[in-house]
């Protein structure tokens, strides 16, 4: 599988469809103890946890529940979220969504 940089820290690969025009199921890279700013996206999506630690605050929630390889989650469509690889390690996902990938910062 090719990944390509999204920025310095992130790496995406498709798995299926084009991420940037509909449908897909993308695989992603994060480092080790790093931080999206918070964020939104247009469109729903479900996300699989495949090594590593993350969480995925929303609102700027305090103590978000800890992810380990093998945890769902999912965020609506609009909500403010940060995504999150916590783990000494660098961790990895999968995710999907029936619509276009979108990064929408919040100020």
């Given at each position: 599988?090719?990944?390509?940089?999204?920025?310095p820290a992130i790496q995406m690969?498709?798995?299926?469809?084009?991420?940037?025009?509909?449908?897909?199921?993308?695989?992603?890279?994060?480092?080790?103890?790093?931080?999206?700013?918070t964020h939104s996206h247009s469109?729903?999506?479900?996300?699989?946890?495949?090594?590593?630690?993350?969480?995925?605050?929303?609102?700027?929630?305090?103590?978000?529940?800890?992810?380990?390889?093998?945890?769902?989650?999912?965020?609506?469509?609009?909500?403010?979220?940060?995504?999150?690889?916590?783990?000494?390690?660098?961790?990895?996902?999968?995710?999907?969504?029936?619509?276009?990938?979108?990064?929408?910062?919040?100020?």
């Open positions: 599988m090719q990944f390509a940089n999204i920025n690969g498709a798995a299926w469809g084009d991420r940037g025009a509909g449908a897909h199921g993308t695989f992603g890279k994060f480092p080790a103890k790093f931080t999206t700013p469109g729903a999506y479900h996300g699989i946890v495949l090594q590593g630690v993350m969480t995925n605050p929303f609102d700027d929630e305090a103590d978000p529940p800890q992810m380990a390889a093998g945890s769902y989650w999912y965020v609506p469509a609009g909500s403010s979220h940060a995504t999150a690889c916590v783990s000494e390690t660098p961790c990895r996902f999968y995710f999907h969504a029936e619509g276009a990938f979108d990064f929408l910062p919040v100020e």
